[in-house]
């Protein structure tokens, strides 16, 4: 089973700042097949990213997926009042496993 | 638009049986995989089941195998997941998820309904 670790568990930050999430497995990822969800309170989550870096249908150009191998980056370049939510990755090239997640909060 | 709604979600006591259903809507339902996964109270994501687009091949973590069966009834467009021998540490709310493509590439989710929780106590 690949481990999936995410950092920091919390990030404080204002609104316009950027916000850099990190995910790193415990073994590298096949095809590089992860992705990122956002989930608010009480809501289901969403897909932002798959396969690493390619954008879901009508998730804002804010956001952005990198990385390969083992580790992995989901960016918000500016920080929107809306993105303050948690923050999950998701690989499924070997079965399927989510990370822990990271919050988003408000500074 | 996507809609799945879940439903069969109720509080059961230990060792006890139950059975969640996923209507499907505005796709077409017999050709993509579909997934649960579930959360518990404050706490991340969890995959419990997954099945492929035909209903042939099913897929669990140890955590569930053994207890857990999903199906599906394409004629229906509507997900299963028969859930045997509940413990404390079942509580969660179940969400149905559709897999973004066909194939192993496409074992990420799109869409997902908005849960149905499962308290188990007694």
């Known amino acids: 089973e690949i481990v999936l670790t995410q950092s920091p568990g919390t990030l404080s930050l204002s609104p316009g700042e950027r916000a850099t999430l990190s995910c790193r497995a415990s073994q590298s990822v096949t095809r590089n097949y992860l992705a990122w969800y956002q989930q608010k309170p009480g809501q289901a989550p969403r897909l932002l990213i798959y396969?690493?870096?390619s954008r879901a249908t009508g998730i804002p150009d804010r956001f952005s997926g990198s990385g390969s191998g083992t580790d992995f980056t989901l960016t918000i370049s500016r920080l929107e009042p809306e993105d303050f939510a948690m923050y999950y990755c998701?690989?499924?090239?070997?079965?399927?496993?989510f990370g822990g997640g990271t919050k988003v909060e408000i500074k | 638009e996507v809609q799945l709604l879940e439903s069969g979600g109720n509080l059961v006591q230990p060792g006890g049986s139950l059975r969640l259903s996923c209507v499907a809507s505005?796709?077409?339902?017999?050709?993509?995989?579909m997934t649960w996964v579930r959360q518990a109270p404050g706490k991340g994501l969890q995959w419990v089941s997954t099945?492929?687009?035909?209903?042939?091949?099913?897929y669990y973590p140890d955590s569930v195998k053994g207890r857990f069966t999903i199906s599906r009834d394409n004629s229906k467009s509507t997900l299963y997941l028969q859930m045997n021998s509940l413990r404390a540490e079942d509580t969660a709310v179940y969400y149905c998820?559709?897999?973004?493509?066909?194939?192993?590439?496409?074992?990420?989710?799109?869409?997902w309904g908005q849960g149905t929780l499962v308290t188990v106590s007694s």
């Open positions: 998701q690989q499924y090239g070997s079965a399927i496993s």
């Open positions: 505005e796709f077409t339902f017999s050709t993509f995989a």
């Open positions: 099945i492929t687009d035909n209903g042939f091949t099913t």
């Open positions: 998820a559709k897999h973004g493509s066909s194939g192993w590439s496409g074992d990420y989710f799109d869409s």
């Open positions: 396969a690493a870096s």
